[in-house]
């Protein structure tokens, strides 16, 4: 199953357009307001299906669910290519969101409730974090395809076109998960028990102080940096227009072929680095101590990127600026596998999609609320000339950064009456193959 799994988060990250989004949209004539608010669309469409969608699958199976949301990604896809006008780009957004409602949370129980019937629970960190460097891994593939594909073709368009190939594999490899990782499922399926079901897990995450604490923390990091990431591409952009401005050899080429020679290198790097990231994040979290105390050293370094994309965004540093956002990426793959294991520790195995896709539901919430306000500032701040044009990305993840830290003391524990995960834990050995 290690081998279904990494290959679902390899084929899943086969996204083509992810490291042109911002710039599709800009081509398509948006500003970075508009923009914004078309993914906050796109984040209130998946929060409101986030919690029930993940009820779903608890309680009718989670193969199923993540079959249907390949078919929305999919179908979300071909309308992206064939938008051409502002107002055909929300529904293409809708349906993406409901591939995103439906996957988010699913997959990760998935992964846990097999390590439950393996005997493995003590794995999580290590093994998520295997499986999600398959995903960097994917993503490192991805964007070598998407520019070499973009800078041939000189349009942004057919990636959406390429990007439904690897989905459709996906769905082939769903059909091939054993039927035990759909968890234990309620005997009868009625609206009543998905509701029943959704308030338990709802009360359940509100009440259980360790369980909040991680929502917040989520929303702080995840939804600020799923806010400001993207923002790397204009940077990118930017940065190869003005060297291409001093190299005679590529003056033959169009904007888009400029931006697609250094977007692909520079992302391919990135995912390299992330799947690298997720792999080791075990290791953070054993020398740390505990998972609690590594998620805030991350804190730490999160607070000190962001102020460096501060202070390179207002000095129009574009070197400097690409490495911040670079260290971003890295950190918060470290991070990813960290809060999930937190969150599995504390959450029931009968609710463990629905509390994951309430986190997640947490954290896109932050991302609604942040991405068109932070491009309503970077608009301003371009139009005022205030300063280079990206500094307000940074400013908003130090606030959030500074306020966890603030909020959750000056050194994290377990919760009361817990066992830390890494008390007496000897060497583990390798991944077996399975």
């Avoid at 359940?204 to 989520?218: D, G, I, K, Q």
Wanted: charged letters at 15%; proline letters at 4%; hydrophobic letters at 50%.
């Amino acid at each position: 199953m290690l081998f279904r799994f990494s290959l679902y988060g390899f084929l899943k990250n086969q996204r083509y357009f992810e490291p042109f989004l911002v710039l599709v949209l800009l081509d398509k004539g948006l500003s970075y307001a508009a923009i914004g608010s078309l993914i906050a669309f796109r984040e209130l469409t998946i929060n409101l299906l986030e919690v029930p969608t993940g009820a779903i699958a608890d309680v009718c199976g989670r193969r199923a669910s993540m079959i249907l949301s390949f078919v929305a990604y999919i179908a979300s896809f071909l309308t992206f290519a064939a938008s051409q006008r502002m107002w055909l780009l929300f529904p293409a957004m809708f349906l993406f969101g409901i591939g995103e409602a439906f996957r988010s949370g699913t997959h990760k129980a998935m992964i846990f409730t097999w390590l439950r019937l393996q005997g493995r629970q003590e794995e999580r960190t290590r093994v998520y974090g295997f499986t999600r460097s398959w995903s960097q891994i994917g993503s490192a593939a991805s964007v070598l395809i998407a520019a070499l594909f973009v800078f041939f073709s000189d349009s942004y368009t057919h990636v959406f076109y390429l990007a439904t190939i690897p989905y459709f594999l996906n769905i082939i490899n769903f059909l091939g998960y054993p039927k035990e990782v759909d968890g234990e499922r309620l005997a009868h399926v009625s609206l009543a028990a998905l509701a029943r079901h959704t308030w338990r897990s709802l009360a359940e995450a509100v009440r259980r102080p360790a369980l909040r604490r991680l929502v917040f923390e989520s929303m702080g990091f995840e939804g600020v940096f799923d806010a400001a990431k993207d923002y790397l591409q204009p940077v990118l952009k930017a940065s190869a227009l003005a060297a291409a401005a001093h190299w005679i050899a590529v003056d033959r080429f169009s904007e888009t072929q400029k931006g697609a020679m250094l977007i692909g290198p520079v992302y391919f790097v990135i995912y390299l680095l992330t799947a690298v990231g997720s792999r080791q994040s075990h290791r953070l979290a054993d020398r740390a101590g505990h998972e609690d105390r590594a998620a805030r050293w991350l804190w730490i370094g999160a607070a000190a990127v962001y102020a460096g994309i501060v202070a390179a965004g207002w000095m129009r540093l574009m070197p400097a600026l690409i490495l911040a956002f670079l260290l971003l990426h890295v950190l918060q793959n470290v991070w990813r596998p960290i809060l999930i294991a937190r969150f599995d520790r504390h959450a029931d195995e009968t609710q463990g999609a629905t509390v994951l896709s309430i986190e997640s539901q947490a954290q896109r919430l932050a991302t609604m609320t942040l991405a068109p306000l932070l491009g309503l500032a970077v608009d301003a701040v371009k139009l005022r000339g205030f300063g280079g044009e990206f500094w307000p990305v940074g400013v908003v993840g130090l606030m959030a950064a500074l306020g966890i830290l603030g909020a959750t003391g000056r050194s994290a524990q377990p919760a009361a009456g817990e066992r830390s995960p890494f008390e007496g834990a000897s060497h583990q050995p390798e991944l077996p193959e399975s």
